[in-house]
């Protein structure tokens, strides 16, 4: 592939480059239709087979039923924060937040703008370098739902686990990982994910929620607020960001045709396995930074032996074709993000030029 480089962008982020060719080809002229799809309706037979196949492969991939609504909408990831609330968390009533990072703090200190949040567990006080145990968590019987970052994009550390919490509905936010791996998506009754890191672009988040929570949201709520209104409309009460859905359908296509998540889900591995292996090799060189169990497997984050080795192996990096490997601005050192759209290849490429750039520093 001429001048393309290895992306590892914490996002937006790479994507699959047969998705971007189909997109080059079909850009034109969609499906004969003589214009493109960014040109066409959202009330068009053409649209309207995108916008139901995307949510039919998502069920299929995530291996859930019909009991799951399926919504694409504008906003973000961090629309939800205040969404999901706004929706959720009842006048007099609380909802459980377990801090694990930059992300979920925000997603609570959005839903203490609406009403009550217990603090249900948190990392904070190990810098947040590891995720919370089942038993350190502390979740109130009455809590409305449990709210969790199910990938901490910027410190590196990923739930491998899921608590259980019996009859308490969980909330998660899945911008950093969603798709990469196989879960039991049935236990989560609302998942949220911007786009832009796993899926596609941005600018469409992704809302699966189970019907039996959608039935306790605020009834009260102004029209776009009410998750109701895109159940009702699958998506389609207003303008829906139709081209990020589109390239959402042409990515979730790749991953089927790979195999579905299972095999995704070894490719996800196998990369992720490259840079721990450099890092267990030279830990007095290769510092990870959080705790071995925590680990996520889409952002790899380490610290070298000095903040100058690591501007220099960033830039040596950008000359060398592997760009965005500079650690959150929040945080420093270097964050190799493992995305779906990052190919095995690249993890490879770039831990050889890791391990070349040590040997010659
Ligand atoms: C990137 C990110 C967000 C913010 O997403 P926006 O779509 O930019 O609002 C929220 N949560 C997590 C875990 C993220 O990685």
């Not at 040109?39 to 037979?45: A, C, G, I, M, W």
């Not at 196998?270 to 721990?276: N, V």
């Not at 952002?299 to 220099?312: C, G, I, Y």
Request: hydrophobic share 35%.
């Amino acid at each position: 592939m001429q001048n393309r480089v290895f992306n590892f962008n914490p996002g937006p982020s790479a994507l699959p480059v047969a998705v971007l060719n189909q997109i080059q080809e079909e850009l034109l002229n969609y499906k004969s239709t003589g214009m493109s799809i960014l040109e066409t309706s959202h009330r068009s037979p053409e649209y309207e087979e995108i916008n139901t196949s995307t949510i039919t492969l998502f069920k299929e991939l995530m291996g859930i039923g019909n009991e799951f609504h399926v919504l694409f909408v504008g906003g973000g990831a961090s629309t939800q924060f205040a969404h999901i609330p706004l929706n959720f968390l009842p006048k007099g009533g609380r909802a459980a937040y377990v801090d694990t990072g930059t992300w979920a703090s925000k997603a609570a200190q959005e839903a203490e703008r609406i009403g009550n949040v217990h603090l249900a567990g948190s990392s904070k006080g190990a810098d947040y370098t590891c995720i919370p145990g089942a038993s350190e968590l502390e979740i109130p019987e009455d809590s409305a739902y449990l709210h969790i970052t199910s990938n901490n994009t910027i410190k590196g550390t990923q739930w491998h686990s899921f608590p259980d919490t019996e009859n308490i509905p969980i909330v998660c936010d899945m911008s950093s990982d969603i798709c990469s791996r196989k879960l039991d998506f049935s236990r989560f009754s609302l998942t949220y994910a911007g786009a832009q890191k796993n899926l596609g672009p941005s600018g469409v988040t992704v809302v699966i929620i189970r019907d039996d929570f959608l039935q306790k949201c605020n009834p009260d709520l102004p029209t776009m607020f009410d998750y109701r209104t895109h159940v009702s409309k699958k998506s389609l009460f207003n303008t829906p960001p139709v081209f990020a859905i589109y390239m959402l359908n042409l990515v979730l296509t790749w991953i089927n045709n790979l195999g579905g998540l299972g095999e995704l889900e070894k490719i996800t591995k196998a990369k992720k396995d490259i840079i721990y292996n450099l890092i267990d090799t030279y830990p007095d060189y290769f510092r990870g930074t959080v705790r071995k169990d925590s680990r996520s497997w889409m952002n790899v984050t380490l610290r070298l032996p000095s903040e100058e080795l690591e501007q220099k192996l960033v830039a040596k990096g950008k000359e060398s074709g592997f760009v965005g490997l500079k650690g959150h601005r929040s945080v420093g050192g270097i964050r190799v993000s493992l995305y779906n759209g990052v190919p095995l290849e690249a993890a490879e490429k770039v831990a050889e030029f890791m391990e070349d750039f040590k040997k010659e520093n």
